[in-house]
Structures are given as structure tokens and as C-alpha cells.
Nanobody
Framework: QVQLVESGGGLVQPGGSLRLSCAAS????????LGWYRQAPGKQREFVAS???????NYADSMKGRFTISRDNAKNMVYLQMDSLKPEDTAVYYC??????????WGQGTQVTVSS
């Protein structure tokens, strides 16, 4: 019932910035939470940030102060602004959506590589 498509990944130097975008299909009333996870090679998928339709946000501790999540409810879009990027931020970043009944959906992922 929901499809998610990420974009905006790429190669960036340490200290640089990227903005990721995720477009969600379907009715906005079917989606409560939109957020981001990431998975580095050889690592488990980890939570990055999320934002509810009402505006409540959550961040992983390591992301606070560097990453900012924003959301456009009318356009069914969620964004992740990433600043002061470090090599350890290199990962595939996945968009995640949850309904009010906690049905969960995932995007295909977008690669972020931080390297000099």
C-alpha cells in the first residue's frame, strides 16, 4: 500500500554535506512515522532519525547536532540533511514508514560514501 523511493546519495569528502530525499506514495493518512536507517558493510542496520506526522522527532545519539530530519506532509516527503560527514557515516541509507497500526515499509536504499 506504500512505496518509498530514496534519492540524493553520492560521494562526498569528510566534513561535507548531503541531503537525502524520500518520496512516499499513497494516502498521507496511512503514514504516521517517516524515518531513516542505515547499514554499513559488515554491520547491522541502525536507526538514524524519524519524524511523526505531528512533528515529533527522534535521533540516534551519534547523529544529534549533525543530521536534521524534516518532513513535508502535503507532499509525502521526508528529508535528511547530513552535515559534517565522517568516513564512518558511509552506508546505505534506507527510508522507513510506519502506519498508525505500525505496518512497516522500506525503500530500496541510497548509497552514501564519505571519502577523501
Amino acid at each position: 500500500q506504500v512505496q518509498l523511493v530514496e534519492s540524493g546519495g553520492g560521494l562526498v569528502q569528510p566534513g561535507g554535506s548531503l541531503r537525502l530525499s524520500c518520496a512516499a506514495s499513497g494516502s498521507p493518512f496511512f503514514i504516521n512515522t517517516l524515518g531513516w536507517y542505515r547499514q554499513a558493510p559488515g554491520k547491522q542496520r541502525e536507526f538514524v532519525a524519524s519524524r511523526t506526522r505531528s512533528g515529533s522527532t527522534n535521533y540516534a545519539d551519534s547523529m544529534k547536532g549533525r543530521f536534521t530530519i524534516s518532513r513535508d506532509n502535503a507532499k509525502n516527503m521526508v528529508y535528511l540533511q547530513m552535515d559534517s560527514l565522517k568516513p564512518e557515516d558511509t552506508a546505505v541509507y534506507y527510508c522507513n514508514a510506519r502506519s498508525p497500526e505500525r505496518n512497516e515499509f522500506w525503500g530500496q536504499g541510497t548509497q552514501v560514501t564519505v571519502s577523501s
